[in-house]
Every structure is written in C-alpha cells, then in structure tokens.
C-alpha cells in the first residue's frame, strides 16, 4: 500500500524522498479498509483524517431536506477523500463520503499532516501543488455548472475525468453532473445517434 503513495509523492513532487524521509511517511499514515458503502465521514463529524485512494472509489456527497443526494465529489485510485474544510477548521461537516467500492486507504490526521509537511520537503511541496490543482478544478466545476448546458458538462466530465465513466453508476455522474439520470440518458442516447 504504502509503495503507491511513496509513487505518487515522487511523481508528483520534484524533492526525491530519502530513506528516513519515507520511514516518515510510514510512521504518519494509518492503512484501513473500507467495505462498499462504508463511511469515512458522516455528516455531523470532524473530518479528521484525510485518505489517500490506494485502491477503489469514494464518493462525497450531501443529502437536502427531500433525502436527494447531491454527490460534490468523485474520488478514485490516487486521489484524496476528505472534508477539507472540516479537516482543516475542525467543524462538523455538511458531508457524507463512503466508498463507493471495496477501498483501500492509507489515512492521515491533521496532526501528522502537518508534522509531515514539517519534516518532509517533497509532502510539503505536494501540499502546495495539490491546494494549486484543487483550486483550479473548483473554479472549472463551477464555470461548467453556471455556464454550460448539460451535454457540454457530460462532455467535459468525459474529457477531463473519462476514469469516472466506468467506475460509477448513471445516477451518481448524472447527480455529479447536477442533472438528473433521465437527462443523462437522454444526452447519452443522443450522442449515440450522431
């Protein structure tokens, strides 16, 4: 489990990792298994841990007043789940995540986080690259919502994320999407006549 991380922190960072530097990293994240529909976070909680996907699918979502599901994030292999500003802020979160499949995590408080970042050039390094990224994927998701029509953002989720498509079901894109799955079908069966 831990190889992948230690992977996707090299990749993803210019500092190479020493040996003391990855006994660190070693020493600050927990692995866990979640089973299909296991929460990491309930609505409520504190986020205090954030997960870093060394195998399968999560998904972060809220619920309204109806019971309808509103899903706000995807999460797959090498990505990171979590409530980041109940994570940071240490307040209840208005979100659920759960696995979405049999998932596998490498997990990290904010305690270690930081201590990592302190004594790990190259995790804190990554920190800023992936506020950077995450940044710039908010401001894209909320452009596409408030700018796009629904078969541009079925088409642009196509083109920036075509790993979700097989991964989840035709209600959790459509719901992603914020349109509902009879949208999503229609789009689909559209695109398939062209």
């Not at 089973?35 to 996907?53: D, H, P, S, T, W």
């Not at 109806?66 to 109940?86: F, P």
């Not at 908010?138 to 700018?147: E, G, P």
């Not at 088409?155 to 914020?178: C, D, M, N, V, W």
């Amino acid at each position: 489990m831990y190889e992948q991380l230690i992977k996707y922190i090299e990749q993803n960072s210019a500092v190479h990792l020493n040996k003391d530097e990855i006994e660190i990293i070693y020493n600050n994240f927990i692995p866990k298994k979640f089973r299909r529909r296991q929460f990491l976070l309930q609505e409520g909680e504190v986020c205090k841990y954030v997960a870093f996907i060394v195998k399968g699918a999560m998904r972060q979502y809220s619920i309204d007043e109806k019971g309808k599901e509103h899903i706000v994030g995807l999460c797959i292999e090498n990505w990171w789940a979590g409530d980041r500003e109940s994570f940071t802020k240490e307040t209840p979160s208005g979100y659920f995540i759960d696995a979405w499949e049999n998932t596998d995590v490498l997990m990290i408080s904010k305690n270690n986080l930081v201590n990592l970042a302190k004594s790990v050039p190259a995790a804190a390094e990554l920190s800023k690259i992936l506020d950077e990224r995450q940044a710039i994927a908010l401001l894209r998701r909320v452009n596409s919502a408030i700018s796009y029509s629904a078969d541009q953002r079925l088409a642009e989720l196509e083109k920036t994320y075509p790993e979700f498509l097989p991964r989840f079901p035709q209600h959790i894109i459509a719901s992603y999407l914020g349109m509902t799955k009879e949208t999503l079908s229609r789009i689909r069966s559209t695109g398939l006549k062209k």
